[in-house]
């Protein structure tokens, strides 16, 4: 098991800790690495997505062919979660 800072979604805790690690090819867009997560302090579990940079192009090249508004949605939340990061 793999501590990490990703902070709980619940309390807000960075004690949490990857449970599960699997990795999914998706159709047209890549390599996705899903984790399973659960936090030491409040018991709460959640589950994320990972995805290469590469891939977040793929996809929106993917979601653009099918809807251009949730493509641009998309791209503003990844805006977003990126600004967070920094």
């Not at 159709?27 to 690495?33: A, L, N, P």
Request: proline share 0%; with cysteine.
């Amino acid at each position: 098991m793999i501590k990490n800072a990703i902070e709980c979604k619940k309390c807000g805790s960075d004690n949490c800790m990857v449970t599960d690690t699997r990795t999914r090819k998706i159709r047209k867009i890549g390599e996705t690495i899903y984790r399973r997560r659960e936090c030491l302090d409040c018991g709460y579990k959640w589950s994320t997505a990972e995805l290469y940079i590469t891939d977040i192009e793929r996809l929106l090249e993917v979601e653009f062919e099918k809807n251009l508004a949730d493509c641009e949605r998309l791209v503003e939340f990844l805006d977003k979660i990126y600004r967070r990061k920094k």
